[in-house]
């Protein structure tokens, strides 16, 4: 059981590059959620879906897109990088949602935008 | 306004202190969840428990224990007889029962010294 599996791990980008980044698990979760994690402060939600085929707006979704075209995976755009989204990103998923299951994490995936 | 206040950023502690974690929450639902995570050195995200807030009940696991005071809006992580794989930084989050988003805590820097 992979749980919740994220690549790539790292990713070096040039500014105005593009990237994807994909999240996948095999637990059935309806929920699944995109974070970013900067030092001092925290896990921010960027983007999260509901449902397959549904996404919706976290708090700093600017600059990134994303989709749920499968139930099992949710992607990460990035159109074009900047030094400000360096950071660490965090997928996950969950059973029923905020309100009664806890998260499951991926490992992470560390981008840096030179 | 933030919603979950981890006032320590950073720990440290002897190996076998007990030591206290503090969270503080703002919500005005009367149901809300809460939740502590656990992120090692490794870097993934460790779930480690899940309150809802009608049960004021302290909850013991091992060395870990929470106090949830729903009187001082805390919810209060405290590790007996540290040690130092207990280094990590831990997570305090709320979810509420309306909305779909999970709310982080800037999190707290534990270091177990030797």
């Known amino acids: 059981n992979a749980g919740v599996t994220q690549t790539p791990k790292f990713r070096v980008l040039k500014t105005g590059q593009s990237m994807t980044l994909l999240c996948a698990q095999d637990?059935?979760?309806?929920?699944m959620y995109w974070y970013r994690q900067d030092p001092g402060m925290g896990l921010r939600l960027i983007h999260y879906?509901?449902?397959?085929?549904?996404?919706a707006k976290g708090e700093v979704p600017d600059g990134y897109n994303v989709s749920r075209l499968k139930k099992q995976n949710f992607l990460l755009g990035l159109e074009s990088a900047a030094p400000s989204q360096t950071s660490v990103y965090f997928c996950a998923s969950s059973y029923e949602g905020a309100r009664h299951s806890p998260l499951h994490f991926g490992n992470g995936t560390r981008l840096t935008v030179t | 306004a933030q919603k979950v206040t981890q006032a320590q950023t950073e720990i440290s502690v002897v190996e076998k202190e007990d030591v206290t974690l503090d969270c503080v929450y703002e919500?005005?639902?009367?149901?809300?969840?809460l939740f502590w995570y656990k992120q090692p050195p490794s870097g993934e995200l460790v779930f480690l428990i899940r309150?809802?807030?009608?049960?004021?009940q302290n909850e013991i696991s091992g060395r870990y224990s929470w106090n949830f005071q729903k009187s001082t809006s805390s919810f209060n992580f405290t590790i007996t007889a540290s040690q130092v794989v207990d280094s990590a930084v831990y997570f305090c989050?709320?979810?509420?029962?309306?909305?779909?988003?999970?709310?982080f805590g800037t999190g707290t820097s534990l270091t177990v010294i030797p």
């Open positions: 879906s509901v449902g397959e085929g549904t996404t």
């Open positions: 919500t005005r639902d009367t149901t809300y969840y």
């Open positions: 309150r809802n807030s009608f049960d004021e």
């Open positions: 637990m059935n979760h309806e929920y």
């Open positions: 989050a709320l979810s509420e029962n309306t909305g779909n988003q999970f709310y």
